[in-house]
């Protein structure tokens, strides 16, 4: 995959390695420490993209700045809506939505009011294709992937994360239907990467860690 950009996913887990709550009654913030915010939007700023997943931009309706170019990928754009802080185009940035062709021509007509459309897949966004679009189309050099477990896990299948950024926070969150990192069916022993530590630094009760990994040749 040289023809692709570099990925980074940037995570803050709880202990027991817990996106958020399973059960979600109200904005959670994981991270209790102003070092990790500030550390995400360094990172963002040094990114040509973000990208991030359907059901984080319904759940949280996050604005993704700062950012040059943001995507969301979704399967059919079901409720989507462009009055979401991501198709802002006032904020700065291009939104851009990567979408499967099972997308309804209403939701094509709605959402292309607002931002991109990039049909990629039949009946799921491609990563690779995601990935060579954006390095072909867009220039992009560096992208981040701020989805969930289920983003995270088609970026690994695709065997196109670079970097692992990861914050460890000090709580527990427990709850087996709770997000974690990386979720899907899991992988074969080989598929599965080895991550090399380059960087730990602690920051009050938080962990911040850096992996670089290796997939050799794909």
């Known amino acids: 995959m040289s023809d692709r950009p570099q990925v980074w996913i940037n995570l803050a ?6 996106l958020a709550q ?5 904005r959670f913030v994981m991270s209790r420490h102003s070092e990790d915010p500030r550390r995400m939007d360094a990172l963002r700023a040094r990114a040509d993209a973000l990208i991030t997943g359907a059901t984080n931009v319904r759940a949280d309706d996050p604005d993704m700045l700062p950012s040059r170019l943001r995507v969301v990928v979704t399967h059919d754009g079901e409720h989507l809506s462009p ?6 185009r006032s904020a700065g940035g291009e939104p851009i939505v990567a979408h499967a062709a099972s997308m309804p021509a209403a939701t094509r ?22 990935l060579e679009w954006l390095a072909r189309e ?6 981040i992937c701020e989805g969930g ?3 995270n896990a088609a970026f690994f299948a695709a065997r196109a994360v670079d970097v692992l950024y990861l914050t460890i926070v000090p709580r527990i969150l427990g709850g087996a239907s709770a997000p974690s990192i990386v979720s899907g069916l899991g ?15 602690q920051i ?10 290796s997939w050799g040749v794909s």
Not at 83 to 88: G, I, L, T, V
Not at 109 to 130: I, N, P, Q
């Open 204 to 213: 009050g009760d938080e962990l911040f860690l850096e992996y670089r990994l």
């Open 83 to 88: 009055s979401a802080k991501f198709f802002d």
């Open 109 to 130: 007509k709605t959402l292309g009011a607002a931002a991109t459309l990039v049909e990629l897949g039949a009946t799921s966004v491609d990563v690779r294709a995601l």
């Open 149 to 151: 477990g289920v983003m």
């Open 138 to 143: 867009r220039g992009c050099r560096t992208v």
């Open 187 to 201: 992988f074969e022993p080989d598929e599965i990467p080895d991550g090399r530590l380059v960087s730990c630094e």
């Open 22 to 26: 399973a059960r979600k009654r109200a």
């Open 13 to 18: 887990p709880s202990l027991d390695g817990k």
